[in-house]
């Protein structure tokens, strides 16, 4: 293994088509013209690998045929299976490419090495020490997501992912991302979302449940670092939620009508804020 610089991105390196060109150069001149976002290193690489190709912003097929899922990070998604693309999705993966030109990758593996796709799960930096996953979020090309129990680079990817967002930069550009309103949830919606809504109650077992204005509930794992908030806090707070909006489906409703069909699971405080009016 290979001792490895502090990862500091080179955005003069890239270079992409003329149809997004006049986004990404403002991007790549508002970057340039700010200090430098947070370096997310976590010492030596533990594997170089070599890259066959980018299939969106945040998987990649290695050389030797192992797909790779970019831990911390989620990009917009390309057209596919009848749905149109995402805002922004054919940029996160030019950015991807480019970024990852010129030489072999460096992974740096985190508690699982696997999702529950097989895919390979790795920090993943270029020949030059830069972190990918910094990058894509300083540039607003993506969202941060913590999944347990790879958190080790949460903290420094949520605040590459602060800055953008500080800056209006990519998906926090006003209109770009569309925010889903929890009261607004019906049959269809599901995948990625960036939601908004209230809470209009809490229970807790196993797990601590926020129930939002709407068909919607938030399992919240109270393993995660969520402070001294007690539970009753959340009782009337106005809440926004990165995740993935799961359809229990009508079977479960009426098994348990009492419940909210539509679930987002919540492992870390980096996935949500909280305020009050």
């Known amino acids: 293994m290979t001792n490895r610089k502090v990862p500091r991105v080179s955005l003069g390196t890239f270079f ?37 190709r980018v299939l969106d912003g945040d998987t990649l097929v290695l050389r030797d045929g192992r797909h790779l899922r970019l831990i911390g990070v989620n990009t917009p998604e390309l057209a596919k299976r009848g749905r149109a ?7 996160a993966r030019d950015f991807t490419r480019r970024f990852l030109s010129g030489g072999d990758l ?11 796709y097989g895919r390979l799960l790795a920090h993943v930096y270029n020949h030059r020490g830069d972190s990918l996953e910094a990058a894509l979020l300083a540039a607003g090309l993506a969202f941060h997501i913590a999944i347990a129990p790879n958190l080790t680079q949460a903290e420094c990817l949520a605040q590459s992912e602060r800055g953008a967002r500080r800056r209006g930069l ?21 995948g ?15 797990y601590l449940w926020l129930e939002l204005d709407g068909p919607v509930a938030l399992r ?13 806090d959340w009782q009337g707070a106005q809440i926004e939620v990165k995740g993935w909006l799961v359809d ?26 909280i305020s009050r009016n």
Do not use: M
């Open 16 to 52: 992409y088509a003329p149809f997004y060109a006049p986004l990404l150069a403002l991007i790549c001149t508002l970057l340039l013209a700010l200090p430098a976002f947070a370096d997310c290193t976590v010492g030596e690489a533990d594997e170089w690998v070599t890259l066959d």
């Open 85 to 91: 693309a995402q805002p922004l999705a054919r940029e």
């Open 106 to 116: 460096q992974l740096v593996y985190d508690r699982d090495r696997r999702d529950r």
């Open 170 to 190: 990519g998906i926090w550009a006003p209109g770009v991302w569309p925010v889903k309103r929890a009261a607004d949830v019906q049959p269809g919606d599901g």
């Open 192 to 206: 990625f979302v960036l939601l908004r809504g209230t809470v209009r109650r809490v229970d807790r077992n196993r």
């Open 220 to 232: 919240v794992d109270p393993r995660g670092d969520f402070g001294q908030l007690r539970w009753r």
């Open 248 to 273: 229990r489906g009508e079977k479960y409703l009426s098994r348990f009508p009492q419940n909210k069909r539509w679930i987002i699971a919540i492992e870390s405080p980096h996935t949500l804020s």
